[in-house]
């Protein structure tokens, strides 16, 4: 197995965290552009690197070429229970893409506990975040599920695409008879598609909920307990600028996250968004030793691809051309394992490194590239919009590597509360978790 630490993801987000305090550097993205050659995979949260990177999450519109990720495996349906253990669920540093192997894929640290799925978040960690192994092309997915609490505290259950599609359940920590609504379409932050909503029964804490997406080529409804809370046409979506659906409309991941958005190290408005600054003494912490959000039952139901689908085969979704619309997926039947974590969606047999032992006895590898994103977990990027541009100020870049094209990228977070329309705006979410990340790795 290859770990190379995230030095340079976290010198960078240091760098631009010390000057300003809620911007990181993006490696890839709208604005940035793409990948390089030696770590073509652009991952989930805007890093560039190969294995890992070009599995889930890999976004091919800013990867060195469309066919840098890793084919994505097609829906499948499936339920999964925890009753007996977790063993559905396979590490990050373990998977290399085989998913008929496991259902999930966890970044940070999930328990099973009672015949249920844990998402841990220890003291001064990053939270966990759970990964469907297949993607979604439009389906039904559903959550039965206690969120954590607290202040600061953030549980998400979401789908999200390699284009940064994204549907949204979102719970904060202190208000728990209240879930969030919200979709994003290829990650472009928009301050007003955002709904908070009343959950009825029991605290979404103390009691199991049933919360359910349900997608399809032409609306999105969002479920609690089987009652409709919310219902988002495509239609109602057009965009006269862009002569585009601005709809989530990509083969997509499931994704369950607890994640600290009250860090003290987050931008103002985020901690305000998530209650409060985050409390590591909190009773569930001393009690259980993290916090926790409580999964019981995960389902996925797969809906038939829109009609006109371009289907080359039946295994894996690819892009073949870099619109990121729904007209760009093909269904192909493009393998999708990696042999080794060096691999990426043009090489996938390339074989693990040799291990290089020095003469003081320890490894040291000597092409320092990232093949594991996020490393230690980290909230979902949901919420966690990449804005480029507009604030493109090189002075702010502390970091030391000179790859020109850097930008410096700022995080934004919103969403809209319906019964006001007032906007209110959150910024830095994903600063959050990458400034969490960066204290991981450098301590
Ligand atoms: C940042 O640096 C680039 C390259 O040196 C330069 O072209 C650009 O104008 C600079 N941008 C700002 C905002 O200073
Ligand atoms: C959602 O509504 C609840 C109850 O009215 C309120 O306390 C909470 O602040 C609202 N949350 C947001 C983000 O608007």
Redesign the pocket.
């Known amino acids: 197995m290859v770990k190379f630490l995230e030095s340079l993801l976290a010198v960078a987000i240091i760098g631009g965290a010390v000057v300003s305090g809620n911007t990181i550097k993006a490696e890839c993205g709208k604005d940035v552009g793409k990948c390089p050659e030696n770590k073509p995979c652009c991952s989930q949260y805007s890093q560039c690197g190969i294995g890992a990177y070009c599995l889930g999450g890999c976004d091919s519109k800013f990867s060195f070429k469309l066919e840098s990720c890793v084919p994505a495996p097609v829906c499948q349906n499936k339920a999964t229970t925890f009753e007996s253990g977790i063993d559905s669920v396979v590490s990050i540093y373990e998977y290399l893409g085989d998913a008929s192997k496991a259902d999930w894929v966890a970044e940070g640290k999930p328990v099973a506990w009672d015949g249920k799925l844990l998402l841990t978040m220890p003291p001064d960690s990053v939270g966990t975040v759970l990964s469907s192994t297949h993607y979604v092309w439009y389906g039904r997915v559903s959550a039965t599920m206690k969120t954590s609490r607290g202040a600061g505290v953030v549980s998400a259950f979401i789908l999200f695409s390699g284009v940064k599609d994204e549907i949204d359940f979102e719970w904060v920590g202190v208000n728990l008879h209240n879930v969030q609504s919200n979709y994003y379409f290829q990650g472009i932050p928009v301050y007003t598609n955002g709904g908070n909503h009343t959950v009825d029964g029991g605290s979404t804490y103390d009691e199991y909920h049933t919360y359910d997406i349900d997608w399809t080529p032409d609306s999105i409804t969002w479920h609690v307990d089987g009652k409709v809370i919310r219902t988002k046409y495509k239609k109602d979506t057009w965009n006269e600028e862009t002569k585009n659906y601005d709809f989530p409309q990509t083969p997509s991941r499931v994704q369950l996250s607890l994640w600290p958005g009250g860090l003290p190290t987050n931008a103002e408005g985020t901690i305000e968004w998530a209650g409060g600054v985050i409390d590591w003494n909190h009773p569930d912490v001393k009690e259980a030793g993290y916090y926790y959000a409580t999964v019981k039952e995960l389902k996925i139901e797969c809906y038939d691809p829109p009609a006109d689908a371009k289907k080359k085969g039946s295994k894996s979704y690819i892009y073949g051309d870099e619109s990121g619309l729904e007209s760009s997926v093909i269904i192909s039947d493009k393998p999708y394992i990696l042999k080794s974590f060096l691999g990426s969606g043009t090489d996938l047999d390339k074989e693990p490194p040799k291990s290089t032992t020095t003469s003081n006895g320890g490894s040291q590898p000597t092409d320092v590239v990232e093949t594991i994103p996020g490393n230690n977990g980290g909230g979902t990027s949901t919420h966690d919009i990449i804005e480029t541009g507009g604030n493109?100020?090189?002075?702010t870049s502390g970091n030391t590597d000179t790859g020109?094209g850097d930008t410096t990228t700022t995080q934004k977070v919103g969403f809209t509360q319906d019964s006001t329309g007032d906007a209110f705006k959150v910024k830095g979410s994903m600063m959050a978790v990458a400034v969490a990340i960066a204290g991981l790795v450098i301590v």
């Open positions: 493109t100020d090189n002075s020109s």
